[in-house]
């Protein structure tokens, strides 16, 4: 097997905006140094890497390598992650040693979202601004189950979550029984869902997947709706004319908390 890299040159003042159309593309990590590494399953998907960049000032080359030993490079880097006010998120229980009252086992090499992007962060922090206990809540694209767990923590009584992706299934599983929680996760769509209100509705997709979803989600979306994954750039066509009550920033991600 052969790893596709991307090698990327940029000025520093670019980072935030090159990590941020890495994100969108089909790559399965990077290597950050002197020059930033991007690896890829295939030449099509590191091509088309190659080709969202081309508009910005930055030098790219294409190279062909023997694989690298990624798990090997993973149980090297393992740490905590500290997001918001109260979390602490860990890939291993072991870690875990802050005095933060709100803390998560999720692996960082799982793919689906661990916390460790600002997209994820953005969406707790957003959490944090509200009272969740006793509350019902709905997670639109659950990955690896981080904001139902964490909507859990913060005192929501019952929390759904769902994914379109089968891939994120054994993630699913894996840390609900790490987290020892009662989220009800699934694979499916909004169809699966019977109608119902739910005081929060989190929505961690690309904007592509957001707005369409927009005007069944809202029918679901009694109290707060988040909504994150989004560029800073992607914001007015987001929200068109739903005017956000809370919005935070971080780099080039943009997240925003609605009402009804």
Known sequence: MTDFLLLISYPPE????????????????????????????????????????????????LEEREPVDWLANYHQSLTSLFIGNSFEVAPEASLLKSE?????????????????????????????????????????????????FA?????ARKVVG?????DTIGAMDDNRRKNQTPAALFIGTLDALRPARFDVVTMNILPEVIVPM???VREYAAGSLILSGILRSQRDAVIQSWQPVSERESGEWWAGRFTP
Do not use: K
Request: charged letters at 25%; glycine letters at 10%.
């Open 14 to 61: 670019l980072e935030e905006l090159v990590f941020g159309r890495l994100f969108l593309t089909r790559s399965r990590g990077n290597v950050s140094g002197e020059v930033l590494s991007a690896y890829f399953e295939n030449a099509g998907d590191r091509d088309a890497a190659a080709d969202s960049l081309r508009d910005l000032p930055v030098t790219l080359r």
């Open 100 to 148: 933060r009252p709100h803390r998560l086992v999720v692996p960082q090499a799982q793919a689906f979202g661990t916390g460790s992007h600002a997209s994820t962060a953005l969406c707790i922090e957003l959490l944090e601004e509200i009272d969740l206990r006793g509350t019902r809540a709905l997670d639109i694209g659950c990955g690896t189950g981080i904001l139902a």
């Open 151 to 155: 909507m859990l923590q913060l005192g």
């Open 162 to 166: 769902f994914d379109i992706d089968r």
């Open 214 to 216: 927009l005007p069944r």
